[in-house]
């Protein structure tokens, strides 16, 4: 086995944990200000970021990073690859059910404005790649949400292998991102968490890739004394009802891997199987009744 260094700390309202192969311990510590810059530029829940003030500019273009172009870009290419099964316009839709902050401040009062509660116009979004700018339709306010930490753990994995890591693990809040040479012959080992609270359900391997999982056991609240969580249907902007508890799913990118995990909830059982399969990714799909199913290819990730 080869000698790791770890680094645990908190950012994008979650918990993030780096693990280095044969790195020295500035490349963890440049992880940690990189995720930090990123949240600054992406958290909704913040009135200086980027992400905020293009919500807030919209119909207006704003010149914005190439970090946050490139979030908007993958937002876009998720919802067309799944027929908008993952819309990153649902946000007034998540305030409006009384997801106004981050957790831990759930019950303060957000000082932010309500956006509205257009959803489903990604179609229109504008992204000026020569410019530099992002142009939202009036009325559209988007939510980076797992995305921007699926993406967080790409953008960071690469940068700590160029500053000379031999392998990374990087894990923002379940979105997890690995490269490079693992630890061990086997892979990296990866836990699948029980979201009924019961042991791991199992354990995968993997070389490289990411995992990413949706629960709608995670992050829920009580809205007018009924229990809510954050996975909506595109439609309705309602919470989901799927007959399933969570999907994790394995693929070669964070941000897709995370596209994939929410577009799977929102189908089902039967046809999230389907999904996986026709965007080239696999997955564990756990329904209401604790059964877990396994989309055909998992068997390579089972330990």
């Known amino acids: ?34 995720i930090h810059e990123l949240e600054a ?22 010149r914005v990073s190439a970090e946050t172009i490139e979030l908007v870009q993958r937002s876009l290419e998720g919802w067309q690859a ?3 099964a993952f819309d990153p316009t649902i946000l007034g839709d998540l305030v409006a059910l009384g997801y106004h902050a981050s957790f831990e401040h759930l019950r303060e009062n957000s000082p932010l404005p309500l956006p509205s509660r257009r959803r489903g116009e990604a179609g229109r979004v504008v992204v000026d790649r020569r410019n530099q700018t992002v142009r939202l339709p009036e009325g559209a ?16 994995a690469e940068e700590m292998l160029e500053a000379g890591a031999g392998g990374v693990c990087v894990n923002v809040g379940g979105d997890l991102r690995v490269a490079g040479r693992p630890p061990t012959p086997s892979g990296w080992t990866v836990g699948v968490d029980d979201p009924f ?13 990411a995992i990413a999982t949706s629960s ?55 046809a999230g199987v389907a999904l996986l399969q026709q965007a080239g990714a696999t997955g564990l799909l756990l329904d209401d009744n604790r059964r877990l199913i396994a989309a055909p290819g998992m068997e390579a990730f089972l330990q």
């Open 1 to 34: 086995m080869e000698a790791t260094r770890e680094l645990l700390f908190g950012a994008m309202g979650t918990q993030v944990h780096l693990v280095a192969v044969d790195a020295d311990p500035v490349v963890l510590e440049l992880g940690r200000q990189r």
């Open 82 to 84: 799944t027929s908008g």
């Open 41 to 62: 530029l992406w958290s909704r829940f913040r009135e200086d970021s980027e992400i905020s003030r293009l919500n807030l500019a919209a119909p207006r273009p704003v």
């Open 197 to 209: 609270g019961g042991p791991p359900l199992t354990t995968l391997a993997l070389q490289d890739g």
């Open 141 to 156: 306010a988007l939510d980076p949400g797992g995305i921007g930490k699926g993406l967080a753990a790409d953008i960071m």
């Open 216 to 270: 709608r056991l995670g992050r829920t609240w009580m809205r007018s004394g009924v229990l809510r969580h954050h996975l909506l249907e595109p439609a309705t902007g309602m919470p989901a009802s799927t007959r399933l508890a969570a999907v994790t799913v394995v693929a070669g990118r964070g941000w897709w891997a995370e596209v994939l995990a929410k577009a799977t909830f929102l189908a089902g059982p039967s």
